[in-house]
């Protein structure tokens, strides 16, 4: 059900690479919530995934940018609001990429080359969106940012290695950021912690399926699923959290905050 939301507002949305994308289903709702959209990924990524369905389906502009370019973000937020019209009232920021985890590299064996380009993809990203932005004065009053993170950033999950780092950065730089984009245009700044997803992104960490289950298995609330991330993703964007900033807010099914759950001890009695 929709309840517009959204109504007349204009948002970028970049990571929607297949329809398993947390992305992808935030701009299937954004539009369903009445907002315009431009849609956006890096260049390769277009080649591979099914972008163009998603901007039909959508009736979204697509321009590529890879988010370490600071020249491709600044054509991207320049063109946006040409294409929509005016200032940008959302952003998401859902886009992550280890090298080190793709090529299966363990936390003591990290390739540094590797580790700089997944903190410069998945954290420093979020920086130069928001520098580019403020630089252009491309987002609107009371705008909203939102960039997708993961419970490594507290806490230690063996698998995710050099991923922990950049996601304990990303989340600084919405904290740093989300202060200094409030003092001058009430922009607010958040990132969503989200349950394991079975996305590309998600699957290619080691052990994924188990620690999947284990998240399920201890929330009460079992995982949320992508599409419960999108619908609590519009709310961010909307005007009922105009003065939600500068949070790591938790979208998991109770999971941070549970010790121990029946369903675990079974397990481990068996
Ligand atoms: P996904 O693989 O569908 O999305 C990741 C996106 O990042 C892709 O669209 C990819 O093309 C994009 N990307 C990679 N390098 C890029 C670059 N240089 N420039 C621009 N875009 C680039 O997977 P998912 O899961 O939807 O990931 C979205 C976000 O959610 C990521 O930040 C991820 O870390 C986060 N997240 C995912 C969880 C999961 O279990 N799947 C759990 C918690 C957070």
């Known amino acids: 059900m929709a309840y517009g939301l959204l109504k007349g507002?204009?948002?970028?949305?970049?990571?929607?690479?297949?329809?398993?994308?947390?992305?992808?289903?935030?701009?299937?709702?954004a539009k369903e919530e009445g907002a315009s959209l431009v849609l956006t990924n890096a260049p390769v990524a277009m080649r591979m995934g099914a972008i163009r369905e998603l901007a039909d389906t959508t009736q979204a502009e697509i321009i590529p940018a890879d988010a370490t370019v600071v020249a491709d973000i600044e054509?991207?937020?320049?063109?946006?609001?040409?294409?929509?019209?005016?200032?940008?009232?959302?952003?998401?920021?859902?886009?992550g990429m280890s090298p080190n985890i793709r090529k299966g590299k363990e936390y003591g064996d990290l390739n540094y080359e590797w580790f700089q380009k997944s903190l410069d993809i998945s954290a420093l990203s979020l920086h130069k969106f928001l520098q580019v932005a403020e630089k252009q004065d491309a987002i609107a009053e009371w705008g909203s940012v939102v960039a997708l993170s993961y419970i490594a950033a507290q806490r230690t999950y063996p698998f995710y290695t050099d991923m922990a780092d950049a996601k304990a950065t990303l989340e600084s730089i919405a904290r740093s950021y989300g202060y200094r984009y409030?003092?001058?245009?009430?922009?607010?700044?958040?990132?969503?912690?989200?349950s394991p997803t079975k996305t590309t992104a998600g699957s290619g960490i080691g052990g994924f399926n188990s620690f999947y289950d284990f998240a399920d298995k201890l929330s009460p609330l079992g995982n949320a699923s992508a599409d419960d991330c999108a619908n609590y993703v519009i709310t961010?964007?909307?005007?009922?959290?105009?003065?939600?900033?500068?949070?790591?807010?938790?979208?998991?099914?109770?999971?941070?905050?549970?010790?121990?759950?029946?369903?675990?001890?079974?397990?481990?009695?068996k």
């Not at 005007?239 to 979208?251: A, E, G, I, S």
């Open 75 to 95: 054509n991207l937020f320049s063109r946006s609001t040409e294409v929509l019209g005016g200032k940008i009232d959302f952003v998401l920021h859902s886009i």
């Open 182 to 194: 409030g003092k001058l245009k009430n922009v607010r700044v958040n990132t969503v912690s989200q």
């Open 9 to 29: 507002k204009r948002g970028i949305i970049s990571g929607a690479l297949d329809e398993n994308s947390i992305a992808w289903k935030v701009a299937l709702k």
């Open 236 to 269: 961010l964007f909307s005007d009922l959290t105009r003065l939600v900033t500068m949070q790591n807010l938790f979208h998991d099914g109770g999971y941070s905050s549970t010790g121990i759950s029946e369903e675990i001890i079974e397990v481990l009695n």
